[in-house]
Nanobody, 117 residues
Framework: QVHLGESGGALVQPGGSLRLSCVASGTISNINVMGWYRQAPGKERELVATITTNGAARYADSVKGRFTVSRDNAKNTAYLQMNNLKPEDTALYYC???????????WGQGTQVTVSS
């Protein structure tokens, strides 16, 4: 069984920064995709950013230029550096691991990010 543990969510003022972390534990294929999704109240869950094991990243248009996704494969950890945060970034942020080699997809419990003055 794979467990994803997120951390780093907090209350921050507009224009501030946060760094989210996601640690994956368990049996995972060497080739996988880790990603971040978010869900605001009353809205559907949406993609924020994903990154492959070889470092290829993609972002939602709404966060390009402000957020950076990265990972440490040796630690099975993904990060999301969020800069210039806006109130519309307020959401529950979920970590995702897509282990297509094993035909598995996993979600974390989520970490709350609130951007407010």
């Amino acid at each position: 069984q794979v467990h994803l543990g997120e951390s780093g969510g907090a209350l921050v003022q507009p224009g501030g920064s946060l760094r989210l972390s996601c640690v994956a534990s368990g049996t995972i294929s060497n080739i996988n995709v880790m990603g971040w999704y978010r869900q605001a109240p009353g809205k559907e869950r949406e993609l924020v950013a994903t990154i492959t094991t070889n470092g290829a990243a993609r972002y939602a248009d709404s966060v390009k230029g402000r957020f950076t996704v990265s990972r440490d494969n040796a630690k099975n950890t993904a990060y999301l550096q969020m800069n210039n945060l806006k109130p519309e970034d307020t959401a529950l942020y979920y970590c995702n691991l897509d282990d297509s080699w094993r035909g598995r997809n996993y979600w974390g419990q989520g970490t709350q990010v609130t951007v407010s003055s």
